[in-house]
């Protein structure tokens, strides 16, 4: 018994340590790095955000394979009963934030990195995706919590 709440305290830890690490990661990139970079020229403001979002992607692929498996183990956790529905709302929550990211990842910030000269919008592109996934994160988190 003992070891049995053990692995699951443990598996609850991993899980919102992770999904805490991936959130405020991108919160900080989509809310704070912007106006912070605003004192920069442009070619400096490129260079910056293109060697942030380089480490956060590289980070996060970690997190998001750990949120993604932790939240799938806790969504079996709990017996079948009438509100079964309830635990499935995290995982395909969590499921659809990864999917965000994986496109953010392929489409608009490939985009980024093979321009010569970005644009502001297309890291506006990135940012908005991020608040995204983020939104949707707090609300993975409230359901989690239920």
């Known amino acids: 018994m003992l070891h049995s709440y053990f692995l699951w305290k443990s598996i609850i830890s991993i899980h919102t340590i992770a999904l805490a ?6 919160f900080f990139h989509a809310f704070c790095l912007p106006s912070c970079l605003k004192l920069l020229d442009q070619t400096q403001r490129n260079s ?8 956060l992607f590289s980070l996060n692929w970690i997190t998001i394979f750990l949120s993604v498996v932790c939240q799938a183990f806790l969504s079996n956790l709990y017996p079948i009963n009438a509100s079964i529905w309830i635990n499935y709302i995290p995982l395909t929550l969590i499921i659809l934030m990864a999917l965000l990211q994986v496109y953010t990842f392929v489409k608009p910030y490939q985009q980024v990195r093979r321009t010569i000269r970005p644009k502001s919008t297309q890291f506006e592109k990135i940012y908005n ?9 707090l609300i993975s988190i409230i359901f989690s919590s239920l």
């Open 21 to 26: 690490i991936w959130i405020g990661s991108l």
């Open 48 to 55: 910056v955000q293109l060697q942030s979002l380089q480490k």
């Open 129 to 137: 995706y991020f608040k995204l996934i983020v939104v949707l994160g």
